[in-house]
């Protein structure tokens, strides 16, 4: 009796070890067709376990990297047919099925998809975009605001998604996107200034029940700057229609310097952060204050140093005048002041090169604006100078910049 | 008493029923509405995106995998190790090289154009499809629109291809797939040779 039992469970351990075993080598047959796309390991790893649904799913893989759905679909209707609870098994025989034109029998594999996990996003987002390949509109958003409901990170894909069907109508967007509240009108507000499209972005601001915090706000003028569209940037900016030329700080008497590119006021280059710059009260032509610049050798020609970014009216000619003072100069390449198209870049105007002079010096140029242009960038650079390395010592200081 | 029971009975089944009926009229009520009015939505071609290992692109500068809706005007991105297909229905399909970025766009008169902004595209056309595939430095390629056929562009040009070194035939150590699932079996089989029971393990040939 006592053999018996022994033997018994000797036979048992044995089939245990070639069971787990046979598991073993699937699972690296099927590691491996994945890696060397080997259909041949694919096969290997279904022969050895074809009750693994994992075998099948990896076996689908390949077959599908090797121009053959038909037979991917095949072997993914088997490995939903060993689990059918997993909806990524189904959204896989849904995403093949399309891949070989049957729209319904995808739908259907969407379906058990959604049955099996109702509350994840992933089910919904793919029934949804299927849906919509369909021409199933309607259905086709609610899944996917079901998506959106579930996940909210399939918001900014929802928007984008109902801004294209909608054909850039806000209106029609809005309702397929079914903005419910100041989150989701904020996330529509966002695409739309970073589309560049500030009309309808100050149109869905005017909607929100609170006014946008100032980070908020700062940031949808961001992306309304980022985006060139620098009236109604600076619309949102100032909170009211700006249709005049202005140009910010130009007596340095605010000693606030921008680091990110703006509106209101100076910005300071990011690739010239070594050259020292300071607001002096000790030196000024007009006001309390001016702006020192010292110089210890590195300026990259082209690069510019500082810079502001004006509204301007198209074809007007603008005159900018400033007071220049400079000490112990030495460059073959002067700085001076520039003025170019903030839209396509084009150089409008520029002063002659700052003179080595001890005491303050008034200079002025004019430029006249493009047909085209809504802003302009004033900008301090400098001259290429031939040979490089073009080094500039010395010290200037900068007051009074004005455009009229 | 079993009448006093059978009353008692009875006024818990209805408490029971009654409360049910509440919580289902709750539940019915609190279910919230769908404030949003049925939109017409316009039917126009719409593309489907394929990713390879379903790794996420970047769509109009948002993460989107297979199973994606791409709509024309789209701006298509991908990175390192990613590449993709976009299928274009009865247009044909495009594919997507890694570190590419393009601009498609397609409507339904048969029209596809690939803006190549940088990276390499390959746009197979249908038969009647009016393909176009070209870079913002000016270059460009145009298919015959009664052949379709497949148009092929890089930006900046792709340099000659080279001839794959021998010895690559994809497998283990290179010795190509059938040799390397050949080895694994033999593997797996000489590791379950013990496990099964035969008469004399040392086989038939001396």
Sequence with gaps: MRLAVAILAIAVCLFLMQASARVGFSRLFARYALIANSLEAADEAVRLTPSDPEAQRARATVLSRLQQPAEAVKALEAATRLRYRDDLLWIDLGNAREEVGDTQGALAAFDQAVRWAPHYAHTHWQRGNLLLRMGRGADAFAELRSAVAANRGYLPNLIDLAWGISREDVNVAEQLIGVRNDADRLALIRFLARRGKGKETVAQMRLLSAPLSKPQKDEVVYLLFSAKDFKDAFEVWSSSPARTAALFNGGFEESQILNEPGLGGWVRSREQNKTSMAIDVAEKFGGTKSLQVSFDGEWNPGTPLLSQTVLIEPSKTYRVSFSVKTKDLVTGGPPLLTVSDATNGQLLGKSESFPSTNSWLTLSFEFTTLATSEAAVIRLQRNNCDPAPCPIFGVIWLDEINLS | ?206
């Design chain 2, 1 to 206: 008493m079993n009448l006093k029971r059978r009353n008692g009975s009875r006024a818990i089944a209805a408490l029971v029923l009654f409360s049910v009926v509440q919580i289902s009229f709750q539940i019915g009520f609190a279910e919230p509405n769908d404030t949003t009015t049925a939109t017409p939505v316009l039917q126009q071609v719409v593309a489907r995106l394929t990713t390879r290992n379903n790794q996420p692109i970047t769509v109009n500068g948002i993460s989107a995998a297979t199973g994606a809706t791409i709509l024309t005007g789209a701006t298509i991105e991908t990175g390192a190790d990613q590449s993709a297909t976009v299928n274009l229905g009865p247009l044909g399909s495009l594919d997507i090289a890694a570190n590419t970025k393009v601009v498609l766009t397609y409507d339904d008169q048969g029209n596809v154009k690939v803006l190549v902004l940088a990276g390499c595209a390959v746009l197979t056309a249908k038969k009647d499809t009016k393909g176009e595939v070209a870079t913002d430095q000016g270059s460009s390629e145009k298919n015959d629109p009664a052949a379709g056929g497949v148009l092929r562009l890089c930006n900046p040009p792709a340099p000659p291809s080279t001839t794959p070194a021998s010895g690559t035939n994809g497998g283990l150590f290179g010795l190509g797939t059938a040799a390397t699932v050949a080895i694994f079996t033999a593997g797996g089989l000489a590791a379950l040779t013990p496990l099964f029971f035969q008469d004399n393990p040392s086989g038939s040939t001396p």
